[in-house]
């Protein structure tokens, strides 16, 4: 292939093959109103079908293809020497620019028919927000990693080499951090249990109603179709309906399975993550492949987090929590389904270490505990009491009709949230050693954060008035692409982790880190 030079500044369009994508995605959207318009031409006249069925599919292609090509045809886009550049606008014009120096990260997406096609999209990530900046939709995938090689470059070094010198490199070595295959996918997607299917038959039957007449939601609708051909049903034994009940809810624990594996399959298909000399690499996705790169040196924290029935097993997931945004979430997955000898590479190659054996974990003070039980569990508690109290005083109400005991229901309630509060409080503990926080938290999925002392931007000290008068505080510690608290701490604790913090930041060269 030939070498492409975009670094010269000179307004370069997306692929040709672009606004066929385009069209491609606008299509599911016109499917209902071409139809209608099909049958409005067609009629009750069946004379001259073929001609009138060709000038409905010329219509509907030229209504399809016409907008993409012309937005297509006036989008363009500059690679300059201080930002990339997009104009935009068939009718009115617009245009955008990004500087380099506010560039977060460069990611490639492919879905499914852009993929066929051998075409990628760019994303420029700013950590706006959450939000890209700028788009370039689509380009041919060598074109894409070119720019992407490019951008880093001005980016991170402040000038560029020519691009045709950026492909003429030899392809860099990578390390293949973690890799999961289909078997480790597929019992990856047996815990990743989902009932997102209901909600799709769901969103179904709100269709159903409003074109078909048919009130989905109508328990008449099943009464009169047991009154009738299901009566057998009702006629069964008390063993056949317990067993039945059973099946019932075997086939909803097979549908949870199915879609969690499918979900699961199609967002981590082949998912591979690297060390390579740019940072992190991370490709994923069997319709929509992701191949997002994440240097080093962004990653601000670590998550590792577990599930109530995965934790039986041993298996964890890593995050990395960075600068740069991924499909909006501030934590780029780097390890969805791992052992715990499978992520500590991870873990030390990102420049963090796992806790180790003999660090001093502490839990939250007894105050914040008790207090937490109080306000979850009182406030409810006290409800219980008022009902009480009115059901004796208006015991001829219909609103309780001597049925007082349903009045003990919210007492129930928190009593299980002080329990909760309880459980809570054992399972959370902090510590932190000569250059890393941690928190530990979760009483059945738990979750251990890892924070570097050094990438923290800033320490914070909150009392509330229980906190104020109990003795206790809450620690927030400012971090870029995330946030990390640590509640109920006791406050002397809080100034030493203040002060440890602080001492990190002010004795660290910042230069010589960046460098």
Same mark, same amino acid.
């Given at each position: ?5 975009? *670094? ?8 040709? +093959? ?13 499917? #209902? ?13 069946y004379?001259?079908?073929?001609a ?20 297509w ?8 020497? &201080? ?20 560039i ?11 993929r066929? +096609? *051998?075409?990628?999209? #760019? ?6 927000? @959450? ?13 894409g ?27 860099? &070595?990578?390390e ?9 996918? %597929? ?9 997102? #299917? ?9 269709y159903?109603?409003?074109?078909? &007449? ?8 099943? +009464?009169?179709w047991?009154? *009738? ?6 006629? %069964?034994?008390? #063993? ?8 019932? %809810? ?19 298909? /082949?998912?591979?993550?690297?060390r390579?000399?740019? *940072? ?11 191949d ?11 998550e ?9 097993w ?11 945004? /991924? ?25 963090f ?12 003070t ?16 006290? +409800? ?14 219909e ?15 928190? %009593?299980?949230?002080?329990?909760r ?12 050693d ?43 510690? @400012? ?7 640590? &509640? ?11 002060r ?16």
């Amino acid at each position: 292939m030939n070498p492409v030079a975009l *670094g010269g500044g000179e307004p370069r369009r997306t692929h040709p +093959l672009s606004f066929a994508v385009k069209a491609s995605q606008v299509l599911p959207q016109l499917v #209902v109103p071409l139809g209608f318009a099909g049958y409005s031409i067609i009629g009750s006249d069946y004379s001259g079908l073929a001609a009138k069925l060709a000038l409905g599919a010329l219509v509907a292609i030229a209504a399809i293809l016409l907008p993409s090509f012309l937005q297509w045809r006036r989008f363009t886009y500059r690679v300059g020497e &201080n930002d990339i550049r997009v104009e935009s606008g068939v009718l009115s014009r617009a245009a955008r620019s990004v500087p380099y120096e506010r560039i977060q990260d460069v990611s490639l997406e492919q879905k499914l028919v852009p993929r066929l +096609l *051998g075409l990628v999209q #760019v994303k420029f990530e700013t950590g706006a927000g @959450g939000k890209e900046e700028l788009a370039l939709s689509w380009l041919s995938q060598a074109e894409g990693e070119a720019l992407r090689e490019l951008v880093r470059e001005r980016r991170e070094e402040g000038e560029a080499s020519p691009i045709a010198d950026a492909e003429a490199k030899p392809q860099e &070595n990578a390390e293949l951090l973690f890799h999961m295959p289909p078997p480790r996918l %597929l019992k990856f997607g047996l815990f990743e249990f989902s009932l997102a #299917v209901f909600a799709v038959l769901g969103g179904l039957a709100q269709y159903a109603e409003t074109f078909l &007449n048919i009130e989905v939601w109508d328990p008449d609708i099943y +009464l009169d179709w047991f009154a *009738g051909p299901g009566h057998w049903l009702l006629e %069964l034994g008390l #063993v056949a309906q317990v067993i039945g009940v059973f099946a019932g %809810l075997a086939t909803l624990v097979l549908i949870g399975l199915v879609t969690g594996v499918v979900r699961t399959v199609l967002r981590d298909w /082949d998912f591979r993550l690297e060390r390579t000399a740019k *940072g992190f690499r991370r490709r994923r996705g069997l319709l929509t492949r992701t191949d997002v790169v994440m240097p080093a040196h962004r990653v601000q924290a670590l998550e590792i987090g577990t599930g109530i029935v995965r934790r039986r097993w041993c298996w964890s997931g890593l995050k990395f929590v960075s600068l740069a945004q /991924d499909a909006g979430s501030s934590s780029h997955v780097v390890a969805p389904f791992a052992q715990d000898s499978e992520l500590e590479p991870i873990i030390r190659a990102a420049g963090f270490h796992p806790p180790d054996e003999g660090l001093d974990w502490q839990h939250r003070t007894r105050a914040y505990r008790n207090a937490s039980m109080l306000i979850d569990g009182g406030t409810l508690g006290l +409800l219980s009491v008022i009902l009480l109290v009115l059901s004796q005083v208006l015991v001829d109400s219909e609103a309780f009709n001597g049925r007082w005991y349903m009045a003990l229901i919210p007492a129930a309630f928190g %009593l299980a949230l002080a329990v909760r509060q309880y459980f809570l409080w054992r399972h959370d503990r902090n510590a932190f050693d000569e250059s890393q926080v941690y928190r530990h938290h979760g009483w059945l999925s738990p979750n251990t954060r890892i924070a570097s002392r050094v990438k923290l931007q800033s320490v914070e000290i909150k009392q509330g008035p229980l906190g104020h008068r109990l003795g206790y505080a809450s620690l927030h510690l @400012g971090l870029a692409g995330g946030s990390f608290a640590i &509640n109920g701490i006791p406050l002397q604790r809080a100034r030493e982790l203040r002060r440890a913090v602080l001492d990190s930041i002010s004795g660290t060269d910042f230069s010589e880190l960046a460098g």
